[in-house]
């Protein structure tokens, strides 16, 4: 479980995040849409600590990420903004040098690699170089390296980002079966529909500030939109960049 | 579990060594370029010198009718005596000859009347053998003077050990091995960019390179304290630094003794435990070289300002051993402590087959890890920037 208490982040005179608080419940899916630059990626740097608040708290499974970073960490997997991979690696090499980051035990980290290269249905090109791997290729690729420890949290930025329509429907099959074995699942996304088709929960941003969440439900009752679209725009105020 | 340090620069060194163009650059072209440059002038000069003291010297000579004897003496010295040239100074200013030799009809009055008799010798001490060839046929001239004038004297019944009030006896107390050191002055920085070459690839692949194909994101998004993922990649840069120092070393061993030096009476010390005592001494300053260029690579916002920086940082080495060379100083036990000038006084008394004492072996070790130590440090500091990973 993932909550996240008054963000504050600001570069310079930008403040990129300004007060953004919700939850992320385990054996959910919960989508964090925005516009682009509504905050949603430096959000998502600050829950992976990579980046720290300047105000307010993140807490990871009951712990606080400013305290306990180490252990936090481990409890996280990540799909970054940025996913590259290591090019004169194979697939598996990538994966194994996750592993042995996070410090999972061969013992343990091997029969995982083999599951999660079975369920990305990325067998043909585990034992390749990345270098030249499809845009969906890598993000298998990055996701594997990402669950390798087995995280109970997974925070992926964008993840159907440059996917072709295949790849975006193995990318929704995958977070259902995440969702299924009862982990904490949080996706940011700008684009509508996909937050709609997937997400228990929604979270709403736009210009650093929450302006709505709840389930698809809960946001329709609080706009009295029955259309979950003509909903989104009411709170964002505009349409833009909310199609795919 | 394995380390995460050890987990990382294994990682950098697997992927290195599988980039062709890194193993090329820093292990291959880097560290033999110098030994091969090296090799190749000191080659040029020995067989050059080798030749010239062999051949017999070329002396064109105007009016040389005008003092037989003299020319007789010359021929027995391994001269050889040509006609001269008619403009004797735009002979020697085009560099058809090295020096010409003009007498005229005062030579002989001069020299039958028992005064100085005049030789003119027309040379250009600005040509590289102007000066030498002069000095060789003023030597052999004041040698035939001595024994005209001794022969003089004899003959008026006077000692001639009277005009030569003082003996001189040279007694050069340079070793084969220091007189091979004076040539070999600018090993010191040969090797110290070897190591300077070997490292910079890593040092910008493993951070601005990294940052730039967006891999450092999730790689820091990994349970692991950043100076320990800094410390890994410097570990790796650093092992690729010694690799190019051990490979230049090991050029510089098969080389030299493929050289004809004993020709010209130099010996370079150059055995597994002087080649085993300059790896130690330029450890240090490998380490920290490694560190700089990790800590700018860094700092860097992009792999091409990264690139600039760190080839820039190449012409540093040269500053002591050029200094050096215009301003030639004793080695004192405090520059044992400055990184790079110690290692140019360690390296040069190694090859000229000094002892370094155990004074000076400690301040330059000493020295060198602590400020090693110190830039690493540094950038572990640039590492846990908040905007390390983020690329513009």
């Known amino acids: ?244 | 579990m394995k380390s995460p340090v050890y987990t990382i620069f294994y990682k950098e060194l697997l992927e290195n060594f599988r980039d062709r163009k890194t193993v090329m650059n820093a292990l291959i072209i880097g560290p033999l370029i110098g030994p091969l440059i090296l090799a190749l002038i000191l080659s040029t000069v020995i067989s050059r010198e080798t030749k010239r003291a062999e051949k017999p010297l070329e002396l064109p000579v105007i009016g040389a009718e005008h003092a037989p004897t003299l020319i007789n003496f010359l021929r027995t010295q391994n001269v050889e005596i040509q006609p001269g040239p008619k403009d004797p100074i735009a002979a020697v200013k085009a560099q058809d000859h090295n020096v010409v030799m003009r007498l005229d009809a005062e030579f002989g009055k001069a020299f039958q009347a028992g005064d100085p008799a005049p030789v003119e010798l027309i040379y250009d001490s600005s040509q590289r053998d102007g000066e030498s060839d002069q000095q060789r046929i003023t030597s052999i001239l004041d040698r035939y003077g001595r024994t005209v004038g001794a022969m003089r004297l004899v003959a008026r019944g006077v000692h001639p050990g009277l005009i030569n009030p003082i003996a001189t006896v040279d007694r050069d107390q340079a070793s084969p091995e220091a007189r091979g050191a004076m040539i070999l002055g600018f090993l010191p920085y040969v090797l110290v960019l070897g190591a300077f070459m070997g490292g910079m690839y890593l040092a910008i692949d493993t951070t601005a390179g990294e940052r730039e194909r967006q891999s450092l994101e999730p790689l820091l998004a990994n349970p692991v304290p950043r100076w320990q993922i800094m410390a890994g990649k410097l570990l790796a840069t650093s092992a690729f630094a010694i690799g190019s120092l051990v490979v230049t070393l090991v050029a510089f061993a098969v080389i030299m003794p493929m050289l004809p030096l004993k020709q010209l009476g130099f010996k370079f010390n150059f055995g597994i435990v002087v080649f085993l005592q300059m790896l130690v001494a330029l450890g240090p300053v490998v380490l920290l070289a490694s560190a700089v260029q990790t800590s700018i690579a860094a700092y860097a916002k992009s792999f091409r300002e990264a690139q600039s920086w760190l080839g820039l940082l190449n012409i540093i080495p040269a500053i002591p051993s050029m200094i050096l060379m215009v301003v030639p100083t004793k080695p004192v036990l405090w520059m044992f402590a400055v990184p790079l000038l110690g290692q140019h006084h360690a390296v040069m008394k190694l090859v000229r087959n000094e002892t370094i004492t155990n004074m000076e072996w400690g301040v330059l070790m000493g020295s060198g890890l602590l400020l090693a130590l110190i830039v690493s440090w540094i950038a572990a500091r640039i590492y846990n920037r908040e905007n390390l990973a983020i690329s513009a």
Not at chain 1, 74 to 90: C, I, M, N
Not at chain 1, 177 to 186: F, H, M, P, S
Not at chain 1, 205 to 214: F, S, Y
């Open chain 1, 1 to 244: 479980m993932i909550e996240v208490n008054d963000l504050h982040k600001a570069f310079g005179e930008v403040r990129a995040v300004d007060g953004v608080s919700f939850t992320a419940h385990d054996g959910q899916i919960t989508g964090l849409l925005g516009p682009n630059g509504a905050g949603k990626t430096t959000t998502l740097r600050m829950l992976y600590t990579l980046m720290r608040p300047d105000k307010g708290r993140v807490l990871v499974d009951g712990r606080d990420a400013a305290v306990e970073t180490v252990a936090v960490r481990k409890s996280l997997g990540v799909l970054p903004d940025a996913r590259g991979l290591y090019k004169r690696l194979t697939a598996r090499e990538n994966i194994r040098y996750f592993a042995d980051l996070q410090g999972v035990p061969e013992a343990e980290a091997r029969p995982r690699e083999q599951r999660l290269i079975d369920a990305l249905g990325m067998a043909d090109i585990a034992e390749r170089r990345t270098e030249g791997f499809s845009q969906g290729q890598r993000v298998k690729t990055a996701i594997a390296r990402a669950l390798i420890h087995d995280p109970r949290n997974v925070l992926l930025d964008e993840p159907t980002n440059g996917l072709d329509v295949m790849s975006t429907r193995a990318m929704r099959g995958f977070l259902q079966q995440l969702k299924a074995e009862g982990r904490c699942v949080l996706f940011s996304s700008h684009i509508m529909q996909e937050v709609a088709l997937l997400c228990d929960r929604i979270v709403v941003i736009a210009k650093g500030h929450v302006v709505a969440q709840g389930t698809p439900d809960q946001l329709r009752a609080q706009t009295g939109e029955s259309n979950l679209e003509d909903a989104f725009v009411k709170v964002i105020g505009t349409d833009e960049g909310l199609f795919g």
